[in-house]
């Protein structure tokens, strides 16, 4: 919720007196798909969110506007 409402990091640890699940797993997730070269939209869009403070409106519309495309061979 405080992401939503365009706390940053720092502050929202600082509020919730620990580290959130998640936070940072979001950036190992984030490396590790850089560095294996595997496209990870919704990892990426996390990361970005929590690292980078992009807006989560913003970052909800990018991910509805991708391009559709198959995610995995079958």
């Keep these: 919720m405080l992401l939503a409402q365009q706390h940053d990091l720092p502050e929202i640890l600082h509020r919730l007196g620990h580290v959130a699940e998640g936070v940072y797993t979001a950036r190992e997730v984030h490396h590790l798909a850089r560095r294996l070269a595997v496209e990870m939209p919704i ?32």
Excluded: S, W
């Excluded at 403070?53 to 079958?74: W, Y």
């Design 43 to 74: 990892c990426e869009t996390v990361y970005r969110v929590i690292y980078e403070q992009i807006p989560v409106d913003e970052a909800v519309a990018e991910l509805l506007n991708r391009a559709p495309k198959l995610e995995f061979n079958q």
